[in-house]
T-cell receptor
Framework: GEDVEQSLFLSVREGDSSVINCTYT??????LYWYKQEPGAGLQLLTY?????DMKQDQRLTVLLNKKDKHLSLRIADTQTGDSAIYFC?????????FGTGTRLQVFP | DTEVTQTPKHLVMGMTNKKSLKCEQH?????MYWYKQKAKKPPELMFV???????INESVPSRFSPECPNSSLLNLHLHALQPEDSALYLC??????????FGPGTRLTVL
């Protein structure tokens, strides 16, 4: 199929690490992105990785890319209650972004 | 000004009404986009403007009509919508072919 797949839901305790996974479809995608969406709001670009990289770290966020398996992950260190939101991965390269199905992250105290 | 703004925030309209959604960015981005997002679903691309010209139309019904009057402004004109068109309409802009920056969206309800 052509869907970019993500698990629907993830629940973590405050202070723990969260890992959100994504399986994408197009091996020719130039960039892969992670967006965050809070309730009733637009999408916030968190980070992105170029397809010839396998890892990118940006403060509490670590992105891992496995091109062979078309697998992308986002690790959030020291997860906070403010991280509770829906996280979308997206693949793209020339104006078109294809979004994943979204993972709802719930952080509990 | 480093953000994408959208107006109105909420819109309720009847099926015979004509209304417009507005999107603005003053970051000098060359591309602007309209997306539609239904509840608990990812955004779906509707239109792309590149250098003020329509470059992608994802087979959107003609009751949705985009317009790009200048490089900072993007409109979406709505006419004779259906209740199933109720959704969050997101605008985005991009400086290149890569990352896209989204506005807060317009929540549209069609009665």
């Amino acid at each position: 199929g052509e869907d970019v797949e993500q698990s629907l839901f993830l629940s973590v305790r405050e202070g723990d690490s969260s890992v959100i996974n994504c399986t994408y479809t197009d091996s020719s995608s130039t960039y892969l992105y992670w967006y965050k969406q809070e309730p009733g709001a637009g999408l916030q670009l968190l980070t992105y990785i170029f397809s010839n990289m396998d890892m990118k770290q940006d403060q509490r966020l670590t992105v891992l890319l496995n091109k062979k398996d078309k697998h992308l992950s986002l690790r959030i260190a020291d997860t906070q209650t403010g991280d509770s939101a829906i996280y979308f991965c997206a693949e793209g390269g020339t104006d078109k972004l294809i979004f994943g199905t979204g993972t709802r992250l719930q952080v509990f105290p | 000004d480093t953000e994408v703004t959208q107006t109105p925030k909420h819109l309720v309209m009847g099926m015979t009404n004509k209304k417009s959604l507005k999107c603005e960015q003053h970051m000098g981005h060359r591309a602007m986009y309209w997306y539609k997002q239904k509840a608990k679903k990812p955004p779906e691309l509707m239109f792309v403007y590149s250098y003020e010209k329509l470059s992608i139309n994802e087979s959107v019904p003609s009751r949705f009509s985009p317009e790009c009057p200048n490089s900072s402004l993007l409109n979406l004109h709505l006419h004779a919508l259906q209740p199933e068109d109720s959704a969050l309409y997101l605008c985005a802009s991009s400086p290149s072919q890569n990352e896209q920056f989204f506005g807060p969206g317009t929540r549209l309800t069609v009665l």
